[in-house]
Nanobody, 128 residues
Framework: QVQLEESGGGLVQAGASLRLSCAASGPTPSLYAMAWFRQPPGKEREFVAAISWSGGMTNYANSVKGRFTISRDNAKNEVYLQMSSLKPEDTAAYFC?????????????????????WGRGTQVTVST
């Protein structure tokens, strides 16, 4: 069973940067597609960004495009989310997710139910 663990969340001021990390472990930790979702207070989980195995394909939600960058290091079995120009509306619990059985496309990578593996989340709070 693959396990995902996020780290790097915290409280920052608007305009600041933050980098989230996700470490994968287990029998087959190198998942083909990895992504970040977030859940703002009182709202549904929403897609943030996704990356393919090679890193050659990425997908971003319009709300974070140009501000967030997803990357991965397969040698370390880690995925990262570099967040810049943070806004109060970025406040949410951020979840690292992954799956091996996914055809990478904007449509599939944005669906919550496409991913078999989920971390427990890390909280990001952006103050004004």
């Amino acid at each position: 069973q693959v396990q995902l663990e996020e780290s790097g969340g915290g409280l920052v001021q608007a305009g600041a940067s933050l980098r989230l990390s996700c470490a994968a472990s287990g029998p087959t930790p190198s998942l083909y597609a990895m992504a970040w979702f977030r859940q703002p207070p009182g709202k549904e989980r929403e897609f943030v960004a996704a990356i393919s195995w090679s890193g050659g394909m990425t997908n971003y939600a319009n709300s974070v495009k140009g501000r967030f960058t997803i990357s991965r290091d397969n040698a370390k079995n880690e995925v990262y989310l570099q967040m810049s120009s943070l806004k109060p509306e970025d406040t949410a619990a951020y979840f690292c997710v992954g799956d091996n059985d996914i055809v990478f496309s904007p449509e599939t990578t944005e669906r919550v139910d496409e991913y078999a593996y989920w971390g427990r989340g890390t909280q990001v709070t952006v103050s004004t």
